[in-house]
């Protein structure tokens, strides 16, 4: 908590603060660079020296409010992105789906010279049609995004889209109202745009056959999946679940099924 009267600790980008909390972790010794010019200019970091001479560098009272304002931001964020992905996990339940959320798979790639290579992916939400017949399991992706900046970051990692699509015959981005417009996106995925209360789809997800790799059946196989609804103690939470989701309940459930 800042004291009364001390000034703000700044807002940081990420470099700085991983920086700081490099000071926070280590000795202290500097690497006597631009970042740790700014650093002690803007009183985060302290300089100090030893009996020898030795300098190395303290965080600051100052230093320590920026990174514990990074930490309650970062929390907030997660907050919002793991209710984000709960809504999107429900309505793939109502749709009779199997739904594993942060699940690691492998994808396989095109290689040089015809190899295969792998990339390690971690979908937000990974779900399949509840049947007997492989040809008919329709595994679907769902990444969610509630900041612009890892959105932006998403979109440079060419791998990440192309792991997607060898994984599931549908791919969506679930975007928090604001951070983004539908043609910002590859024309590959679907776009759903995620209100305070509701889900709206702005643009349906191609579709393309897809038999799930072997790989990915071990995957699944390996990891629990979303505990199954009961409709009992569903049916007690029916009404909050529905306020929650608001005139766009069901909006991924439809684009699923439609």
Not at 41 to 58: F, I, M, N, V, Y
Not at 82 to 90: D, P, Q, T, W, Y
Not at 226 to 251: H, K, N, V
Request: some cysteine; proline content about 7%; hydrophobic content about 45%.
């Amino acid at each position: 908590m800042t004291q009364p009267g001390a000034p703000a600790a700044p807002v940081l980008p990420a470099l700085y603060r991983r920086r700081l909390r490099d000071m926070w972790r280590s000795a202290g010794w500097p690497c006597r660079d631009t970042v740790e010019i700014e650093l002690l200019a803007a009183g985060l970091l302290l300089r100090r020296s030893d009996e020898h001479g030795r300098e190395t560098l303290l965080v600051s009272d100052r230093g320590l409010q920026a990174l514990a304002d990074g930490l309650a931001h970062n929390r907030a964020r997660r907050d919002a992105h793991e209710a984000l992905v709960s809504r999107v996990a429900l309505d793939m339940q109502r749709a009779g789906r199997v739904v594993w959320r942060t699940l690691s798979l492998r994808a396989p790639l095109p290689g040089d010279e015809g190899r295969t290579r792998w990339a390690m992916v971690m979908p937000d939400v990974f779900s399949i049609r509840h049947t007997t017949m492989e040809d008919y399991v329709e595994p679907i992706v769902h990444e969610v995004k509630v900041s612009r900046a890892d959105l932006l970051s998403d979109l440079r990692h060419a791998d990440k889209g192309a792991a997607y699509a060898a994984l599931s015959s549908q791919c969506w981005y679930v975007l928090r109202d604001g951070i983004g417009e539908p043609d910002e996106l590859p024309d590959t995925y679907g776009v759903m745009l995620a209100g305070r209360d509701a889900l709206r789809v702005v643009r349906p997800a191609p579709r393309r056959p897809l038999k799930l790799p072997f790989v990915v059946w071990m995957s699944l196989a390996r990891s629990p999946a979303e505990p199954s609804i009961d409709d009992a103690a569903q049916g007690l939470l029916g009404e909050d679940a529905d306020a929650a989701l608001g005139d766009g309940r069901g909006a991924a459930r439809q684009a699923a099924a439609g």
